[in-house]
């Protein structure tokens, strides 16, 4: 069964701190795996996208990593910021036979900055 | 260029009722998916839809149905309303191609009493 788990469930930093947030997965066939902010009230907005063959990639002050051999992806948030604090998803996306994709949501961590 | 745009906003119903949401698409999408997100959850895939037709499915029972129009837009309809229907339904789009990411909108908030 196509499953995705994040921790921690839930996260308090002070502002200007840094803070990486762990997704893993067991996705099979893997296609693609996509970290989402969403703020509350609000739909997810896509942070970034990683293939099989990428190992980090950066978005300001947003870095995804991925190991595809475990399995596992993180995001590392550097000066967090008041505005950081929301739902971070991590969804992955595996092949259908016969064509399309399908995507499997994690639960999410919810981060909260504090002054 | 709009995003994904989705109403109502918010929504009360009774137990029993039906419910139309109604979701346009990202300009230049074509594929429409719906997702249900309880409090404190990942969002659930409810369907996606493709050239009008019901493409892939989740694991929602045949009470929530939908269409897609031939200008893309998507309508998710909801029979026999139950307490636990009450969530986020989320409305996203993509082109449909292997890595096009999804733009969601904002969603619906209904409340069934």
């Known amino acids: 069964k196509n499953q995705v788990e994040q921790s921690p469930q839930s996260l308090i930093i002070l502002e200007g701190k840094n803070c990486t947030l762990q997704?893993?997965?067991?996705?099979?066939?893997?296609?693609?795996l996509r970290w989402y902010k969403q703020d509350t009230g609000r739909g997810p907005v896509s942070l970034t996208i990683m293939t099989f063959s990428e190992n980090t990639k950066s978005n300001g002050r947003y870095t995804a990593t991925l190991d595809a051999d475990t399995k596992q992806s993180s995001l590392h948030i550097t000066a967090s910021q008041l505005s950081d604090s929301a739902s971070y998803i991590c969804?992955?996306?595996?092949?259908?036979?016969?064509?399309?994709?399908?995507?499997?949501f994690g639960t999410g961590t919810q981060l909260k900055v504090e002054l | 260029d709009a995003g994904v745009t989705q109403s109502p906003t918010h929504l009360i119903k009774t137990r029993g009722q039906q419910v139309t949401l109604r979701c346009s698409p990202k300009s230049g999408h074509d594929t429409v998916s719906w997702y249900q997100q309880a409090l404190g959850q990942g969002p659930q895939f409810i369907f996606q839809?493709?050239?009008?037709?019901?493409?892939q499915r989740g694991n929602f029972p045949d009470r929530f149905s939908g269409h897609q129009f031939p200008n893309y837009s998507s309508e998710l309809n909801v029979n026999a309303l139950l307490l636990g229907d009450s969530a986020l339904y989320l409305c996203?789009?993509?082109?449909?191609?292997?890595?096009?990411?999804?733009?969601f909108g904002n969603g619906t908030r209904l409340t069934v009493t």
């Open positions: 839809y493709y050239e009008e037709e019901e493409r």
């Open positions: 997704c893993n997965y067991t996705v099979s066939p893997f296609s693609n």
């Open positions: 969804v992955v996306s595996s092949i259908l036979t016969g064509g399309g994709n399908k995507l499997t």
């Open positions: 996203a789009s993509n082109t449909g191609l292997l890595n096009s990411p999804l733009h």
